[in-house]
Every structure is written in structure tokens, then in C-alpha cells.
């Protein structure tokens, strides 16, 4: 049984930083890729960043490059997402979401967004 859980949540100042954690388990962690997605109330879903765990590309949206960094540890089976330089626009439920992918591409963001395993999220919350 695919499973993930998204923890790391929480409440910060604009300018902080939180680091969320995707633990998976029920699959083979290499053949995936591993998709961050956010959800904020009133808001349709968008990707955040993505890590092929097969050969470590990465992805961002253009929203929060430069400020949060994906990686992987294999041996944890686990994804994190360091989010540095938190907006009061980064406030949303975070969710990790599993992909089997080959290539890591928008396609992999999309197929994400399209996705019924999202499991369930982690809050975070950013004040001005």
C-alpha cells in the first residue's frame, strides 16, 4: 500500500523558515519521483517542487525558487522541503504526492496536480 505522510508544518513569521518531511512507504522509492503540491483556502492546487529520486533532478515553480530547496534521502525513504524567506502567499496545506516516472518533466507536476494520492497535508502558516 502506497503511503506518504507530509509532516513539518507550522506557523511562522514572513522571513522564517520551516522544513517539511514526505516519509513514504509501499513502493519502490527509486522508481518515483516525489512532488510537492500546496492548496490555500479559496485557491486552486499548484506544484511546488519535485525530486526524481532515481537521479536526484529537481524542479521548482517559479514562485518559490531560489527560496525553498527539495532533497532526498534514500536510505529514509524520505523527501524533505526546506522552505527559507516564508511569504504570507507560501500559507497553505502542503501535500507529497508519489509519481512513477522515468524522466522528470512539467508532465510529472501535472500528472501530480491530477492525482488521487495525496494523502494528507501538512499546515503551514505565515504572518505578516
Known amino acids: 500500500e502506497v503511503q506518504l505522510q507530509a509532516s513539518g508544518g507550522g506557523s511562522v513569521q514572513a522571513g522564517g523558515s520551516l522544513r517539511l518531511s514526505c516519509a513514504a512507504s509501499g513502493f519502490t522509492f527509486d522508481d518515483y519521483a516525489i512532488v510537492w503540491l500546496r492548496q490555500a483556502p479559496g485557491k486552486e492546487r499548484e506544484g511546488v517542487s519535485c525530486?526524481?529520486?532515481?537521479?536526484?533532478?529537481?524542479w521548482y515553480a517559479a514562485s518559490v525558487k531560489g527560496r525553498f530547496t527539495i532533497s532526498s534521502d534514500d536510505a529514509k525513504n524520505t523527501v524533505y522541503l526546506q522552505m527559507n524567506g516564508l511569504k504570507p502567499e507560501d500559507a497553505a496545506v502542503y501535500y507529497c504526492?508519489?509519481?512513477?516516472?522515468?524522466?522528470?518533466?512539467?508532465?510529472?507536476?501535472?500528472?501530480?496536480?491530477?492525482?488521487?494520492?495525496w494523502g494528507q497535508g501538512t499546515l503551514v502558516t505565515v504572518s505578516s
Open positions: 504526492v508519489p509519481i512513477k516516472t522515468d524522466n522528470l518533466s512539467f508532465q510529472t507536476v501535472l500528472d501530480a496536480l491530477h492525482s488521487d494520492s
Open positions: 525530486i526524481s529520486n532515481s537521479d536526484s533532478s529537481t
